[in-house]
């Protein structure tokens, strides 16, 4: 019988040998997994020994024949920092719970420990992402034009190391949900570096995926 807790979605194997490290992208509201794997295969050079893997949120996109979303979002059409904030305590719950037994299970199948698990999102993705992963032993987040929901009250440990990226033309997701959340991950004192993308939009441009992809690598070289 189908685990009901377990997403599925795309993968790509690891470019060299057996798999050292798993990099899970959450996608963004009204996407799929499939939206978010081809980075993978542009960041295999940079990586060559981490597995990617992209699930489909659970549940389906409420305004189209295709597409998913992490959790509903409110009815207002102008949507402030507060709304975003409530939709995202409201409803990952759930989500939170269906990805937790996910990575569990790919890592167990890849023969791996929570620390080398790495989560990028997107969006809603990265609102996800930092939601998950700051309460569990992920070793670094990388999110994209998302807002930072609540902290936990206690921090995993070791603590992840976190990359925020936004485009400062945002008309979906303001820049300052980012701002925000950079200075709350400083105050509690998490690791955090920011890249702000001057005149770009909701979206991920070729220089932030660049910056990405470095600071995942640096995450994943051990200390000499």
Do not use: C
Request: net charge neutral; no cysteine.
């Amino acid at each position: 019988m189908k685990d009901p807790l377990l997403l599925e979605g795309p993968r790509l194997p690891p470019a060299e040998g057996a798999a050292r490290q798993l990099v899970v992208f959450l996608h963004g509201y009204g996407a799929d997994g499939n939206d978010l794997i081809g980075i993978g295969a542009g960041w295999a050079r940079d990586l060559p020994h981490a597995a990617f893997f992209s699930p489909h949120a659970p549940e389906p996109f409420p305004f189209g024949r295709y597409g998913r979303q992490w959790y509903a979002l409110g009815s207002s059409v102008d949507r402030t920092a507060e709304d975003r904030l409530r939709d995202l305590r409201d409803g990952v719950g759930a989500a939170s719970e269906a990805l937790n037994r996910t990575f569990d299970l790919e890592l167990e199948r890849l023969g791996l420990r929570n620390g080398a698990l790495a989560l990028v999102g997107f969006s809603q993705g990265a609102a996800v992402a930092l939601h998950v992963g700051l309460r569990r032993p992920a070793h670094a987040v990388v999110a994209l034009s998302g807002p930072l929901g609540d902290l936990p009250l206690a921090m995993p440990t070791p603590v992840p190391q976190v990359f925020l990226a936004h485009g400062d033309q945002d008309n979906v997701v303001p820049v300052a949900a980012t701002i925000a959340g950079q200075a709350a991950l400083k105050a509690a004192r998490v690791p955090v570096q920011t890249h702000i993308a001057r005149g770009y939009g909701h979206g991920i441009d070729p220089e932030t995926a660049t910056l990405a992809v470095a600071f995942l690598r640096a995450a994943f070289t051990p200390a000499s």
